[in-house]
């Protein structure tokens, strides 16, 4: 015989005598029985219909119509009315009785039961059944709570939980394969059923635990079986009489049984937030946990997945002598504390990374950093180059314990080591940074050749932060990409007349480090060094992870993107790179309105709209220094090439080829094999143990403090007087001295 159960819950604040609609629950273990052969489907829901009393037996609940006359029925801001057997929301008249087996068809029932079972009914007290329009005979029952005026205590409902399987039943003889089973088993029927369980007596061979409600005697016995280890259900003494438990929280709602009952979800989504691990568990098991609870199980099931991050620490020097042996000529050290071997410093920097940098990239470097988000504090600092095609083309990378000005010099000092062997081949280097003292004492002294100037974004967030002007900004932007120093004191003019406090602002740092008509370096039109956003999902993904599975993770990255980069320039046919064939093109549409003088072979006059500018083709230099600062043919000096029939691509600066293109990507980042086959007989050689960095995350959650008082503290303590008996000592309050 098919039925659906319910769970109810006895009401601890009914009173003989009052007269109300509310839920009436028993604990644990009820099953709505057949009546008169038919299921009778009910469910928590906002429409209520009907009124009926409650007669109790031991094995079935019979409930009774008490009102055969229309009602009406109240919920929140819905009313029901009943006319003609059928019940009707007030807004819109509508028919709410759709299934197929109606209201009257289930009082019919009720009214027909065998009064022979009915023991002990209680008058006055009044429940309604709910039915859905599209309930499905499968569907969960529950019984709601109705509000009545001479009901006076509230009742404390939990939000009704999805039901759970009969599974999870607990009865005598029932066995377990092992004790964790046991104690799984013994924790969900618990929560399962709304009680918490105490522990009485736990050892190897036993387990005895109580209702954890004071007066209820339900007792539950467990022992293991002689020889294997199995574990069976000896007693279960009694059934509960204490209605449950009435608050929102659970005793054996650990941290592991959320990290269990998540798995799956977490399986399928490792980035579920613990905010919505707590509105599921919410949601399927009516229990409220903390944030922080929520976090733990997340972490602990991770934990299982990724591994330990202190084992990662551990194995560090293993994974650079991986690297370097399936890489070879790359770069991977690690160093730790002297003291205590903690976790300070890692570098690694690709073979293909340093060959591809040296041979196709812009002569330009960018330093960024990131804030890890891992179980360990830690900084990801990187130095990024840029291809032709203006995309930041990873060249190092660094993991320090914190940011500071000793770990940024020891990152550049080991940049420097790493591009040493080839400086003498290489254009003067330009360094873009937010220029904090740690970054630009390291350049001095590791790259005292090298010009270092402001990335760009980090000034105009700094200028923003301060004049939250868009006007402002987009003219500071306009002074920025300036090509001459008129041009680019016409815009700070601009700025003063708005806001002398921004031009102010703007004069006190010097233009030769961030204004493109005043630059000294080389920078090809690059103004910005913001590596995190073009890393995005190189960094952001794996911040979190233990800190060798983060380097794989970026390692792989890098891996894909340089392949993927390579294949894509086979297909290209052009002189140029896209972006700098898209601009080139440009500039010689616009180039057919310029009118061309010649002077000589080399130099040429070119009027344009905005006027005339002076063109060296054999230096490739134009007076409006558009060519010379963005190493491609401006407008002007286009005009004055075709005017003399020259192939206008191969006056590009040669970074912004495909050739030169190609030979950044031409190099491959090999895989590494997993740990489980790293040879561990080399250990010994490869360093000594790192263990983790001192620096640890704390858990979210308020952290507990305690006030601290000095002893001394070096002041003099005031004495303290009573005002009741003027004596000194204590207070009023505190006085015992008869008066």
């Given at each position: 015989?098919?039925?659906?159960?319910?769970?109810?819950?006895?009401?601890?604040?009914?009173?003989?005598?009052?007269?109300?609609?509310?839920?009436?629950?028993?604990?644990?273990?009820?099953?709505?029985?057949?009546?008169?052969?038919?299921?009778?489907?009910?469910?928590?829901?906002?429409?209520?219909?009907?009124?009926?009393?409650?007669?109790?037996?031991?094995?079935?609940?019979?409930?009774?119509?008490?009102?055969e006359h229309d009602s009406v029925q109240r919920h929140g801001d819905v009313h029901y009315f009943k006319e003609n057997g059928?019940?009707?929301?007030?807004?819109?008249?509508?028919?709410?009785?759709?299934?197929?087996?109606?209201?009257?068809?289930?009082?019919?029932?009720l009214t027909g039961t065998d009064q022979s079972h009915e023991v002990g009914s209680r008058e006055n007290h009044e429940l309604a059944t709910v039915e859905y329009a599209d309930i499905n005979e499968n569907q969960e029952m529950g019984i709601v709570q109705i509000s009545d005026e001479n009901f006076q205590q509230p009742l404390i409902v939990r939000d009704p939980p999805i039901l759970q399987s009969q599974a999870l039943e607990l009865t005598v003889g029932q066995e377990f394969p092992d004790v964790h089973s046991c104690r799984r088993?013994?924790?969900?029927?618990?929560?399962?059923?709304?009680?918490?369980?105490?522990?009485?007596?736990?050892?190897?061979?036993?387990?005895?635990?109580?209702?954890?409600s004071e007066g209820c005697p339900w007792r539950i016995h467990v022992a293991k079986l002689p020889g294997v280890p199995t574990f069976t259900i000896r007693t279960i003494h009694e059934e509960h009489t204490c209605g449950g438990i009435t608050h929102l929280g659970h005793l054996q709602a650990s941290v592991q049984w959320v990290a269990d009952s998540m798995e799956q979800r977490l399986k399928e989504n490792p980035h579920y937030t613990p905010k919505e691990i707590l509105e599921e568990i919410h949601r399927v098991?009516?229990?409220?946990?903390?944030?922080?609870?929520?976090?733990?199980?997340?972490?602990?099931?991770?934990?299982?997945?990724?591994?330990?991050?202190e084992e990662e620490y551990h194995l560090l020097p293993l994974y650079c002598d991986q690297l370097r042996r399936t890489n070879p000529g790359s770069i991977a050290v690690v160093y730790g504390n002297p003291v205590d071997n903690c976790f300070e410093r890692l570098f690694i920097s690709f073979q293909a990374s340093i060959d591809g940098f040296l041979n196709g990239c812009w002569p330009l470097i960018g330093l960024d950093r990131t804030l890890l988000r891992s179980k360990y504090v830690g900084t990801l600092l990187f130095a990024t180059g840029f291809d032709g095609d203006s995309t930041a083309f990873p060249l190092a990378f660094g993991v320090v314990d914190n940011e500071n000005d000793d770990n940024w010099m020891w990152f550049l000092s080991e940049l420097h080591n790493l591009l040493e062997a080839n400086t003498e081949n290489m254009p003067k280097l330009t360094i873009l940074s937010d220029r904090q003292k740690g970054i630009v004492d390291g350049i001095e002294v590791n790259f005292p050749t090298a010009f270092h100037g402001f990335c760009l974004h980090f000034l105009a967030e700094s200028f923003r932060k301060e004049f939250n002007n868009t006007i402002l900004i987009n003219l500071f932007w306009e002074a920025a990409n300036a090509l001459t120093v008129m041009e680019f004191e016409q815009k700070i003019f601009l700025i003063e007349e708005m806001s002398p406090q921004a031009a102010c602002w703007v004069r006190s740092i010097d233009p030769?480090?961030?204004?493109?008509?005043?630059?000294?370096?080389?920078?090809?039109?690059?103004?910005?060094?913001?590596?995190?956003?073009?890393?995005?999902?190189?960094?952001?993904?794996?911040?979190?992870?233990p800190i060798i599975q983060m380097m794989e993770y970026i390692r792989r990255q890098l891996m894909t993107l340089i392949n993927e980069r390579r294949e894509t320039s086979l297909q290209w046919a052009s002189t140029l790179v896209p972006s700098a064939e898209l601009q080139v093109s440009e500039a010689i549409k616009r180039a057919h309105n310029?009118?061309?003088?010649?002077?000589?072979?080399?130099?040429?006059?070119?009027?344009?709209?905005?006027?005339?500018?002076?063109?060296?083709?054999?230096?490739?230099?134009?007076?409006?220094?558009?060519?010379?600062?963005?190493?491609?043919?401006?407008?002007?000096?286009?005009?004055?090439?075709?005017?003399?029939?020259?192939?206008?691509?191969?006056?590009?600066?040669?970074?912004?080829?495909?050739?030169?293109?190609?030979?950044?990507?031409?190099?491959?980042?090999?895989?590494?094999?997993?740990?489980?086959?790293?040879?561990?007989?080399?250990?010994?050689?490869?360093?000594?143990?790192?263990?983790?960095?001192?620096?640890?995350?704390?858990?979210?959650?308020?952290?507990?403090?305690?006030?601290?008082?000095?002893?001394?503290?070096?002041?003099?303590?005031?004495?303290?007087?009573?005002?009741?008996?003027?004596?000194?000592?204590?207070?009023?309050?505190?006085?015992?001295v008869p008066i």
């Open positions: 015989m098919e039925h659906n159960d319910l769970l109810l819950r006895q009401n601890q604040y009914l009173e003989p005598g009052h007269s109300c609609s509310s839920v009436l629950v028993h604990s644990h273990n009820f099953d709505l029985s057949d009546i008169n052969g038919h299921n009778l489907d009910v469910d928590v829901a906002n429409d209520y219909v009907g009124d009926f009393s409650l007669g109790h037996t031991d094995d079935q609940l019979v409930l009774s119509q008490a009102n059928a019940y009707f929301d007030r807004e819109d008249n509508a028919d709410i009785n759709q299934n197929n087996t109606n209201v009257e068809d289930h009082e019919n029932h088993a013994l924790r969900d029927a618990a929560i399962a059923f709304h009680f918490e369980m105490q522990t009485i007596k736990s050892d190897k061979t036993r387990f005895t635990a109580k209702c954890a098991h009516g229990i409220t946990l903390s944030y922080k609870q929520a976090w733990r199980a997340k972490e602990r099931f991770l934990a299982t997945v990724r591994g330990s991050f030769c480090l961030w204004a493109t008509a005043c630059f000294e370096g080389t920078r090809l039109g690059q103004l910005t060094a913001n590596i995190v956003e073009s890393l995005n999902a190189l960094i952001l993904e794996s911040s979190g992870l310029c009118h061309v003088l010649k002077a000589n072979d080399a130099e040429f006059e070119v009027a344009s709209r905005e006027g005339s500018h002076i063109v060296n083709i054999r230096s490739r230099q134009c007076s409006c220094r558009g060519w010379q600062l963005r190493g491609l043919p401006c407008d002007h000096a286009v005009a004055a090439l075709m005017f003399c029939r020259q192939n206008v691509y191969r006056f590009a600066e040669s970074c912004f080829t495909v050739a030169n293109y190609r030979k950044a990507y031409s190099q491959t980042i090999h895989p590494i094999p997993d740990k489980a086959l790293w040879r561990n007989e080399g250990y010994n050689d490869v360093g000594p143990r790192i263990n983790p960095p001192r620096s640890f995350r704390p858990p979210p959650g308020k952290s507990r403090k305690k006030r601290v008082r000095s002893e001394d503290g070096g002041r003099v303590k005031r004495p303290v007087h009573c005002s009741r008996c003027h004596q000194t000592g204590h207070f009023r309050t505190t006085c015992t």
